[in-house]
């Protein structure tokens, strides 16, 4: 600061130098040159110096002056005025803000306001941003609607704390629009949030604290739209900053406007059918055939009417029934009636029989419509009590409009938003309610039904994201032109959520929306005839109707009662409903118990078809509201064991993001998508998140998807929008490719090689769209493969890059090791080596290829004792050794035990020749019975073993016996005698 008061000083002296030494130049007038004052200094004072117009023009210039203090200021509606240094009322047809500032034209950008375009980081870089700019409206300023990122700042320097407000107007979320503040060291301020709410239906304000100092002003926006459509800009008026220091001059009012006294902090609109030019004190009436809404600045020729230019309606029933049919001029009035070719207002008050009352309601005496009470319905004639056993099913139905319903309310934006005091948009005609003609085609008609909330469908704590509710309205569009009917759902005080879009003419048709939070608090329906601007009412034929709306809620009518489980008591007081896991009887109202693993389609089960079967492998929670899957799965294939998977590893929320897309500006987006495959009560569920606007909206399933942008607008590197759930319900797991309707074709995802089939998830969603009325989907194949780990990445179809071939049913592929069944004892082999030095090793290895994962482990190595072959081969030859030795002397023996007896069977045969039938007398020589044989055998000792052996042999005799030598007792004595003589 102090560098720049010297700078100051010298540029004025160097110029109070100059113009002394131009002694030929004429002397100064006031309107050649202005005050300004130096910077402050340390102790809080300045100085007043003369500034010329235009250099080297004149000379002798005043001298410079004490200045007042820096902390002065002017009260609203006064000026500070330089020459004497004093504060002055502005004049009539000026006003001042005193210690503000504040920008309310804008036909050019004000003084001080900068602005300019840029292609974002991951747009395209050749796109010329340069003309993406905030643009001046006359009444307001505007952004851009394309792809590039356009800023607007101001910068201003405040001597006290400040504050800075602003209206706007941000009715699109296609477009990321942010506001924040930076000092003069380039810091930004602390605040809640940069990022802006949208607006509802009309002009938002915002405040913000600003400190003493430098403080920069960023309004930034950058246009996201994925189908190309027209994008709403985003608006801006009525800008103002306090905590200036002063200012020295009163601001003209702005045509439209007109301020009749002086010292005016502000300037007053011109009523309708007046108008003013810029600084006026008083407003103009217009010419009689002519004419000018509030705040115009000048008047326009009236039209001739047309039958554009007026509506019908209808008054309240009398007590007669009756209504009569009103016609009415669309106000304000624009057109003529005097003009040629003007048409003239049907004359009103033709008496026509009202229509019932709604259901819910019944007629009084008046013939008016009043609700029943709570324990009560009625078919819109007559309230009736509900029958014992019973409750009212409450709810509004509306399908006759005599009257605007209490909680329903209509009203008009003008998308040029002039000052309109039109309040209504649709009007009742009877059987339907209809938008009537607007002041410009371009308005946006709305009609807003506030709900109180919504009682839960299931009871307990283990609620499985079941919907609360529904809303079902009929409706019709007949235009000309390119119009547009949106239906949004309103979650919070601040913003709507777009639901469903028409677009041109559509036949008469029902369209029903689940409500799955009880955070609705409204729903809105708004018919556009046209975006393109135009002064002239060309469509004003186009309308929309909607027939009948009928939703159930809490503090409704009921048009009906629903029969609900008695009490023990059998008392008529209560309706107390059916426990978990039941549903009614039709006929006596008793709770019956549903079949095992099924849950209750809704809170009040009528009927054995309340109860749901669990698809395959799942599980009902305990709730009864839904089917679970506990992660594991059993299969048995080909007559195989059965085979056991365990998913636990992958049942934590998981993110996949799918190829990157470019819009036709080249912006660059992902689609994402959180999974959660499986759990039971206490799972987790995925969830995504719109993170552009103030709603915070998020969904939650088991499968959904966001629409991701990187962006470096907000200090973040992603912003998530747009998100929806895919798949809200486990229909079930199981290997075949389709299960419930929905289909996994297995050319999405082609395996490699012939390998274990793929476990599949299916999963269903209750929303509905236009395009898939019957909701979306989704399938999760889970393949093995062993080799991966659980951080693999999860894989969109090849020919589907975004997950969806036909934008309903999702696919993704999911290949794991923990996608393989659990290892058994089937699944590896032993290898037993050689015998090595007495010892064997036994070791155990997976088949392959491997296609299991935990489970059951590899057994460690065992060690045995063995013994080596060469030890067998000694052993075996020993043992053959020893047995062929006993087998011949066994032979032997034999053999001579049988020599013995062929002997005595021969000697017997010698003693009995000739007498036959006779036995031989003894002999006293023969071989008594008992004796030795021995002395019976042949005397072979002197001979030679094979001598013995050849004398046994002996050629038989004729009849058959070998001839064997004998000795008798005298033979045997002679034979005794000669050998005592040798």
């Not at 130096?38 to 117009?53: F, M, Y």
Request: charged share 20%.
């Amino acid at each position: 600061m102090g560098h720049l008061r010297i700078c100051a000083l010298s540029a004025v002296l160097s110029w109070l130098l100059f113009a002394h030494t131009s002694a030929d130049l004429p002397m100064c007038k006031e309107s050649d040159y202005h005050f300004e004052y130096t910077e402050c200094d340390v102790l809080g004072s300045r100085w007043r110096v003369a500034i010329p117009n235009k250099a080297e023009t004149c000379t002798g210039l005043p001298d410079p002056v004490k200045g007042t203090p820096c902390t002065f200021s002017c009260r609203e509606g006064e000026f500070l005025n330089m020459q004497s240094q004093q504060c002055q009322k502005c004049a009539a047809g000026t006003y001042s803000l005193g210690t503000s500032v504040a920008f309310d034209e804008w036909d050019v950008l004000p003084k001080g306001f900068i602005t300019h375009g840029m292609t974002t980081s991951e747009g395209n870089a050749f796109i010329n941003c340069s003309n993406s700019t905030w643009t001046a409206k006359g009444d307001y300023v505007a952004s851009n609607t394309d792809e590039c990122t356009a800023t607007l700042s101001y910068t201003v320097s405040l001597k006290t704390p400040g504050a800075l407000s602003f209206e706007y107007f941000y009715p699109d979320s296609s477009i990321y629009f942010e506001f924040f503040v930076q000092n003069d060291e380039c810091q930004a301020t602390d605040s809640d949030s940069r990022w802006m709410r949208i607006s509802e239906t009309n002009w938002s304000h915002y405040k913000i604290e600003l400190s003493t100092g430098n403080n920069v002003l960023y309004w930034r926006t950058t246009t996201f739209s994925l189908l190309g459509s027209a994008v709403k800009p985003v608006l801006l008026r009525n800008i103002q900053v306090s905590g200036v220091a002063y200012t020295s001059e009163c601001f003209h009012c702005k045509p439209g406007t007109h301020s009749s006294t002086a010292g005016s902090a502000r300037c007053a609109p011109c009523p309708a059918d007046t108008y003013s030019n810029k600084g006026a004190t008083v407003c103009h009436d217009c010419e009689s055939d002519s004419y000018a809404v509030s705040g115009s600045g000048s008047c326009k020729p009236r039209p001739a009417c047309t039958e554009n230019d007026y509506f019908y309606t209808h008054t309240p029933c009398d007590s007669e029934g009756k209504t009569r049919l009103m016609y009415k001029w669309i106000e304000p009035k624009i057109c003529s009636e005097t003009v040629e070719g003007a048409v003239k207002l049907p004359a009103s008050g033709k008496k026509q029989m009202c229509p019932p009352c709604n259901p819910g309601f019944s007629v009084t005496n008046s013939s008016a419509c009043e609700p029943c009470s709570n324990d009560s319905y009625s078919d819109g004639k007559v309230c009736e009590k509900c029958p014992v056993g019973t409750e009212p099913l409450l709810g509004f139905e509306y399908k006759w409009w005599t009257t605007m319903p209490r909680n329903m309310e209509s009203s008009v934006l003008h998308q040029e938003f002039s000052n309109s005091d039109r309040r209504t948009a649709w009007e009742v005609a009877g059987e339907y309610i209809y938008t009537t003609p607007g002041v410009q085609d371009t308005d946006y008609l709305t009609l807003t039904l506030h709900v109180p909330g919504y009682r839960a469908q299931t009871t307990g704590k283990d609620n499985e994201m079941s919907a609360l509710s529904r809303i079902t309205f009929v409706f019709e569009t007949l235009c000309t032109s390119d119009c547009k009917f949106y239906f949004l759902v309103g979650y919070n005080k601040w913003n709507n959520y777009l639901v469903e879009q028409w677009k041109g003419r559509n036949s008469k048709q029902s369209y029903s929306y689940l409500i799955q939070s009880n955070n609705t608090v409204s729903f809105t329906w708004t018919f556009q005839r046209t975006e393109e601007f135009s002064l002239e009412r060309n469509f004003s034929t186009d309308a929309a109707k909607i027939y009948s709306i009928h939703t159930n809620v809490i503090g409704g009518v009921a048009s009906q009662c629903r029969r609900c489980a008695v009490t023990h008591d059998k008392t008529d007081s209560s309706c107390v409903p059916c426990p978990p896991g039941h549903y009614m009887v039709n006929a006596t109202g008793a709770c019956e118990s549903c079949p095992p693993n099924t849950y209750i389609r809704s809170s009040q089960p009528v009927g054995e078809a309340a109860c749901v079967q669990c698809g395959p492998n799942t599980e009902r929670n305990r709730a009864f509201s839904a089917c679970l899957s506990d992660c594991t799965f059993r299969v048995q294939s080909g007559g195989k064991a059965v085979q056991t998977y365990d998913f636990s590893p992958l049942s934590n929320v998981t993110g996949v993001t799918g190829s990157p897309r470019f819009t036709n500006r080249g912006l660059r987006y992902f689609h994402h998508f959180n999974l959660n495959l499986c759990g039971r009560e206490s799972r987790v569920p995925a969830s995504c998140v719109d993170n552009v606007t103030e709603s915070g909206k998020v969904v939650k399933g088991y499968v959904c998807q966001s629409t991701v942008v990187p962006s470096d607008i907000r200090s973040q590197s992603m912003v998530s929008s747009q998100p929806f759930v895919i798949g809200d319900t486990l229909i079930g797991v199981t290997t075949e490719t389709t299960l419930g309707g929905i289909s996994s074709p297995s050319w999405m995802f082609p395996p490699a090689s012939l390998q274990l089939p793929d476990v599949i998830f299916y999963y269903k969603s209750s929303d509905t769209t236009q395009a898939c009325k019957q909701g979306r989907s989704a399938t999760v194949r889970l393949r093995c493969n062993p080799t991966a780990n659980i951080k693999d990445p999860i894989t969109l179809p090849s020919k589907c890059s975004e997950g969806t071939c036909d934008g309903c049913t999702f696919h993704f592929l999911w290949e794991s090791q923990h996608a393989c069944p659990l290892c058994t004892t089937d699944h590896y082999r032993e290898i037993v080596s050689v015998c090595i030095q007495g010892i064997q090793r036994t070791t155990y290895v997976w088949q392959q290829p491997l296609q299991c994962y935990g489970g059951e482990s590899l057994p460690p190595q065992k060690v045995s004792a063995c013994v080596t072959m060469d030890f067998w081969l000694k052993l075996g030859v020993s043992i053959g050794l020893v047995a062929a030795f006993l087998l011949i002397s066994l032979s032997c023996y034999f053999w001579k035990k049988t020599r013995k007896l062929q002997y005595k069977y021969s000697r017997l045969m010698m003693n009995s020749e000739g007498k036959e039938c006779e036995l031989p007398t003894a002999d006293s020589c023969a071989i008594m019975e008992g004796e030795d044989a021995e002395d019976e055998l042949m005397d072979l000792t002197h001979k030679s073993f094979f001598t013995k052996i050849k004398s046994f042999s002996r050629e038989r005799t004729s009849d058959g016996f070998d001839s064997v030598p004998l000795k008798s007792s005298y033979r045997h004595q002679q034979e005794d005698e000669e050998e005592e003589d040798l």
